[in-house]
């Protein structure tokens, strides 16, 4: 059979198009899982409103707060799948890698982040939490199930969110940080905007007035100010005000057209160990 040229162009134009799709697609996932992907892309493309630092007093720093996590907490992701690779870098330079299962489902009411940490015989084995399930409604707290290796317990295990101040796959992401629990706290303060990353951002304060023994007790994050928000950067700080963790992006490529966050980086200064996301954003 003769092909047509035509029908070939198009054939080739519509797997592009849905190539496209399906590449905005998993990058709206990785800001869902972590907040972390479609508002970086989003608001690295487009034209920034100012690129002044911009000092906010109290009172127009907490109205600035309370607009902006409304904001964030109206956010819903796209239902989608795709994979990562958690590498676990200890103080002395030693290196573990856990693959892990990203998947979101949503409904009329809320939508839920589920973590599933799966070694295979190529990876070090995993302890401690190996599955979090995280389900984010719009106006009431998150909720966390976990499910941890050696368990005899049938099912997820409930916890509140004053004991998300754990590793998930003994890495450095704890359950706090994939469920930006720091956004739940009922004191927020925009306490200035500026420019980070190339990305125009409110640098939120937000502090939990009763910080777990060993956990954080303020977060400051920048979060892009052009919706969809999310943070490019973030600082948690222990009781004695000692900076205890950063998050920051630590890759980000153009494919395609479209700027896709390649990975991110969880560094734990108290330890000296550091652990990098990496996104599989080629396939499901």
């Known amino acids: 059979m003769i092909s047509n040229p035509r029908s070939r162009r198009r054939e080739e134009a519509d797997s592009l198009n849905w190539s496209a799709h399906s590449s905005l697609r998993i990058c709206r996932l990785v800001l869902s ?75 009329a009411t809320n939508w839920t982040a589920t973590y599933d940490a799966s070694p295979s015989s190529k990876t070090s084995a995993t302890d401690g939490i190996i599955k979090a399930i995280i ?39 704890w359950l706090a940080d994939l469920g930006l629990e720091f956004l739940q706290w009922p004191k927020q303060r925009v306490a200035k905007k500026e420019m980070y990353s190339s990305r125009y951002c409110a640098v939120l304060d937000s502090i939990n007035p009763t910080p777990a023994k060993g956990g954080y007790a303020r977060v400051r994050s920048w979060i892009t100010t052009e919706a969809p928000h999310g943070p490019v950067r973030a600082e948690a700080y222990d009781s004695s005000g000692k900076r205890m963790k950063v998050f920051d992006v630590k890759s980000i490529e153009k494919v395609g057209g479209h700027f896709q966050v390649d990975s991110v980086e969880m560094r734990n200064l108290q330890t ?11 396939g499901e």
């Open 135 to 173: 389900t984010h409604n719009t106006s009431s707290p998150n909720q966390y199930f976990i499910f941890e290796s050696g368990s005899t317990k049938i099912g997820p295990k409930k916890i509140s969110a004053e004991e998300t101040m754990l590793p998930f796959a003994d890495s450095d992401f």
């Open 272 to 282: 000296g160990s550091r652990t990098v996301m990496e996104f599989d954003l080629g």
């Open 33 to 107: 899982c972590f907040l972390l992907a479609a508002c970086w892309l989003s608001s690295f493309a487009q034209k920034q409103p100012d690129s002044s630092v911009k000092t906010l007093d109290p009172v127009e720093g907490d109205r600035e707060a309370q607009k902006l996590i409304a904001e964030i907490h109206s956010q819903r992701p796209e239902q989608t799948f795709t994979n990562a690779l958690l590498k676990i870098h200890s103080r002395d330079g030693a290196e573990r890698k856990v693959p892990v299962r990203l998947q979101i489902t949503t409904t």
